[in-house]
T-cell receptor, first 115, second 114 residues
Framework: GENVEQHPSTLSVQEGDSAVIKCTYS??????FPWYKQELGKGPQLIID?????GEKKDQRIAVTLNKTAKHFSLHITETQPEDSAVYFC??????????????FGKGTKLSVIP | NAGVTQTPKFRILKIGQSMTLQCAQD?????MYWYRQDPGMGLKLIYY???????DKGEVPNGYNVSRSTTEDFPLRLELAAPSQTSVYFC?????????????FGSGTQLSVL
């Protein structure tokens, strides 16, 4: 089944700097790649997603890039603010370890934005 | 619009006890899921349902059971709780976009088995 690796596990940046989180996936047939943000004590919330027929997508200060050949995708946050501090999860939609088509999640990146 | 509602928010169980985690959604989504989240391990799928009356196992189903009698509700049952089931549990629902799934998560249930 699909395997998603996410790096780094923790990331600290100064307010105003950029942050980049990277993920790789194993199944070349996976075709949908969302990113979720989880604030303390809350459930994950979708912040941006990209499909396999697109190379880049932007939404204000966040962007996601996808390299299908290398099987990796990245989240870019520019002009970081303290409210960006959270745990971020990447995911890939493909054949899971359970044998059905599901989202497989990375292990998460804890982002801390230092004022 | 409440979205996905989970109860309880916190629970402590003794080894061998049983309990049901409740999940309800008001978005008329056909798909519902139960995940567990362990520190540094991401989200692991326990069970999922594609509609009322239909459930299937995810990656880590052992020790759990589910039912889906209505579109709105998807309870998760723990029988004979074990310390390994100490975790944060998230329920989610989704609508299919044709090329993937946008999940909507509840706020979670933190369970400790002692």
């Amino acid at each position: 089944g699909e395997n998603v690796e996410q790096h780094p596990s923790t990331l600290s940046v100064q307010e105003g700097d950029s942050a980049v989180i990277k993920c790789t996936y194993s199944d070349s047939a996976s075709n949908y790649f969302p990113w979720y943000k989880q604030e303390l004590g809350k459930g994950p919330q979708l912040i941006i997603d990209i499909r396999s027929n697109v190379g880049e997508k932007k939404d204000q200060r966040i962007a996601v890039t996808l390299n299908k050949t290398a099987k990796h995708f990245s989240l870019h946050i520019t002009e970081t603010q303290p409210e960006d501090s959270a745990v971020y999860f990447c995911a890939a939609f493909g054949l899971s370890g359970a044998g059905s088509y599901q989202l497989t999640f990375g292990k998460g990146t804890k982002l801390s934005v230092i004022p | 619009n409440a979205g996905v509602t989970q109860t309880p928010k916190f629970r402590i169980l003794k080894i061998g006890q049983s309990m049901t985690l409740q999940c309800a959604q008001d978005m008329n989504h056909n798909y519902m899921y139960w995940y567990r989240q362990d520190p540094g391990m991401g989200l692991k799928l326990i069970y999922y349902s594609v509609g009322a009356g239909i459930t299937d196992k995810g990656e880590v189903p052992n020790g759990y059971n589910v039912s889906r009698s209505t579109t709105e509700d998807f309870p998760l049952r723990l029988e004979l709780a074990a310390p390994s089931q100490t975790s944060v549990y998230f329920c989610a629902s989704s609508y299919m976009t044709g090329q993937g799934e946008k999940l909507f998560f509840g706020s979670g249930t933190q369970l400790s088995v002692l």
